[in-house]
């Protein structure tokens, strides 16, 4: 089992940037796949990014980053827009993380921390 927190929120101007890190616990952290989702009020949650793939709606302006030694996942987000604004939740699971998976199948979450980006 895996518990995951999530760190580095915050409000930012369209345009800036924010780094989004994941503290993960257990003994077999190396084990699962680490992503990113979001969820924007009234909205589903969506996929952002894993070490394999990124939304198009992402790419080239976010990157994610594992740091296996501190047990640690982060994203790097540039050139944020308002539609960025969700709430950003770090993900685990033993199989692939990505845009075809439901998300409801996920197992592990963390508590999600709050992205605001203002126009």
């Known amino acids: 089992q895996v518990q995951l927190v999530e760190s580095g929120g915050g409000l930012v101007q369209a345009g800036g940037s924010l780094r989004l890190s994941c503290a993960a616990s257990g003994r077999t952290f190396g084990s699962y796949v680490m992503g990113w989702y979001r969820q924007a009020p009234g909205k589903e949650r969506e996929f952002v990014a894993s070490?394999?793939d990124y939304s198009e709606s992402v790419k080239g302006r976010f990157t994610i980053s594992r740091d296996s030694a501190k047990n640690t996942v982060n994203l790097q987000m540039t050139n944020l827009k308002p539609e960025d604004t969700a709430i950003y939740y770090c993900a685990a699971d033993w199989r692939i993380l990505g845009p075809q998976r439901n998300w409801r199948t996920i197992p592990y979450w963390g508590q999600g921390t709050q992205v605001t980006v203002s126009s």
């Open positions: 070490a394999t």
